[in-house]
């Protein structure tokens, strides 16, 4: 299906939300992908978004992606203009939010943080679910934190909320957590085993805090993951 680019926004020098229109109605779950496609250098390339945004039942979805330099599809997304298309081969995937309901950790490193705010918007608005949710959000440098006003404002607003962000090479200004989400993780599950824990960003994040989890004795259903590589 043809993907229009309706519009853009840049979150920092290296990260852009956009947001595309087809012809249809779609539908998805908070925490899907959309696989995206098109003729980069003549071939074919295909490449998976996380979802940005909740549905709110229309024709648009809105993806979040970091210009990887040397990437080959990346850069295509980020020189597409207003009113240029794409394809949207199916919005696929099965990182959504775990039944029964229980505790949870949310673990983002970078646009890793993508599906969870989806997810955070469908789960504040249903309101109807009781799970209280602590999001480890990090990142190398705090200008590149997305949505951090959009989490914050979450955590005033619903008690059962935390938002904890972390960044490895703070400034001087910062006044958060600083270093690698892991210790983080590993504070909060002490010897607790009845949380569920998303991890979401590149592969040595994820499996890093998968191994974390099994050793402290969390199940496999318990550990929820998408890698980006
Ligand atoms: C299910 C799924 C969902 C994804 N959702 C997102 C998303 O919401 N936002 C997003 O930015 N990317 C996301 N990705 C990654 C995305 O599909 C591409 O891999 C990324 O845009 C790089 O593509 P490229 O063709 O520019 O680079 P390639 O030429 O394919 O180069 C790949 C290199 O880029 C690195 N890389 C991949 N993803 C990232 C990233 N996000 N940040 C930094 N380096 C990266 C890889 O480690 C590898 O070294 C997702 C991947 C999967 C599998």
Same mark, same amino acid.
């Given at each position: 299906?043809?993907? *229009?680019?309706?519009?853009?926004?840049?979150?920092?020098?290296?990260?852009?939300?956009?947001?595309?229109?087809? &012809?249809?109605?779609?539908?998805? =779950?908070?925490?899907?992908?959309?696989?995206?496609?098109?003729?980069?250098?003549?071939?074919?390339?295909?490449?998976?978004?996380?979802?940005?945004?909740? !549905?709110?039942?229309?024709?648009?979805?809105?993806?979040?992606?970091?210009?990887?330099?040397?990437?080959?599809?990346?850069?295509?997304?980020?020189?597409?203009?207003? /009113?240029?298309?794409?394809?949207?081969?199916?919005?696929? /995937?099965?990182?959504?939010?775990? =039944?029964?309901?229980?505790?949870? #950790?949310?673990?983002?490193? /970078?646009?890793? #943080?993508?599906?969870?705010?989806?997810?955070?918007?469908?789960?504040?608005?249903?309101?109807? @679910?009781?799970?209280?949710? *602590?999001?480890?959000?990090?990142? $190398?440098?705090?200008?590149?934190?997305?949505?951090?006003?959009?989490?914050?404002?979450?955590?005033?607003?619903?008690?059962?909320? $935390?938002?904890?962000?972390?960044?490895?090479?703070?400034?001087?200004?910062?006044?958060? @957590?600083?270093?690698?989400? =892991? &210790? #983080?993780?590993?504070?909060?599950?002490?010897?607790?085993?009845?949380? =569920?824990?998303?991890?979401?960003?590149?592969?040595?994040?994820?499996? !890093?805090?998968?191994?974390?989890?099994?050793?402290?004795?969390? @199940?496999?259903?318990?550990? #929820?993951?998408?890698?980006?590589?």
């Amino acid at each position: 299906m043809i993907a *229009t680019l309706l519009e853009y926004r840049d979150l920092s020098s290296t990260i852009r939300h956009f947001t595309f229109e087809v &012809p249809e109605r779609l539908d998805f =779950q908070p925490g899907q992908f959309a696989s995206l496609n098109a003729m980069v250098g003549g071939k074919e390339i295909t490449r998976a978004y996380s979802l940005a945004a909740a !549905s709110k039942g229309d024709n648009r979805f809105e993806i979040c992606l970091n210009l990887v330099e040397d990437g080959v599809f990346s850069p295509h997304l980020f020189a597409l203009k207003v /009113g240029e298309n794409v394809l949207l081969k199916g919005i696929y /995937g099965a990182f959504l939010w775990r =039944q029964p309901p229980m505790d949870t #950790i949310l673990v983002a490193t /970078g646009t890793g #943080i993508v599906p969870f705010r989806a997810m955070l918007q469908d789960h504040y608005c249903r309101g109807s @679910e009781k799970r209280d949710i *602590t999001l480890i959000y990090g990142t $190398r440098h705090a200008e590149n934190l997305l949505w951090a006003e959009e989490f914050r404002a979450l955590e005033a607003n619903h008690a059962g909320f $935390r938002f904890v962000p972390t960044v490895t090479r703070p400034d001087q200004d910062w006044k958060g @957590e600083a270093g690698r989400v =892991q &210790p #983080i993780l590993l504070g909060l599950l002490g010897d607790r085993k009845d949380v =569920q824990v998303y991890a979401c960003g590149l592969k040595e994040m994820v499996d !890093s805090v998968r191994a974390l989890c099994k050793e402290r004795g969390l @199940e496999r259903r318990q550990i #929820i993951f998408e890698k980006y590589d």
